[in-house]
């Protein structure tokens, strides 16, 4: 599963709510707010969680909240920034980045 901005964060709820369907969360410049104060439990065993964002974008910090939060819940999770803004080509970027951390793991 895959997306950015809001789609990033409809691609995290997604790989929290149906892991068994989600394996791997790709989610890019993660807007839709903070994640709540306690994530509950995974459903089963957890999708491993990419998250990138733009150095110079506004949901960096949201980003970077998400990864703490997923990191809190045992979920796993890894975090990377580019120097870029919320735009497309940071997202083409981190698309094709992530998916070769994919093939190599």
């Known amino acids: ?3 950015q901005s809001n789609g990033g964060a409809f691609a995290v709820w997604a790989g929290l709510r149906r892991p068994e369907v989600f394996g791997h969360v790709l989610a890019f410049s993660v807007a839709g707010g903070p ?3 306690q994530l509950g439990p995974p459903k089963g065993p957890p999708s491993s969680f990419q998250l990138v964002a733009g150095a110079l974008e506004p949901f960096r910090t949201t980003t ?6 997923l990191g809190r819940g ?3 999770v890894r975090h990377s920034e580019l120097v870029a803004g919320h735009d ?3 997202w083409d970027i981190a698309f094709l980045t992530c998916l070769q951390e994919l093939a190599v793991a």
């Open 35 to 37: 994640p709540p104060a």
């Open 74 to 76: 045992g979920v796993p």
């Open 88 to 90: 497309p080509m940071l």
């Open 64 to 69: 970077a909240d998400w990864r703490d939060a």
């Open 1 to 3: 599963m895959t997306g």
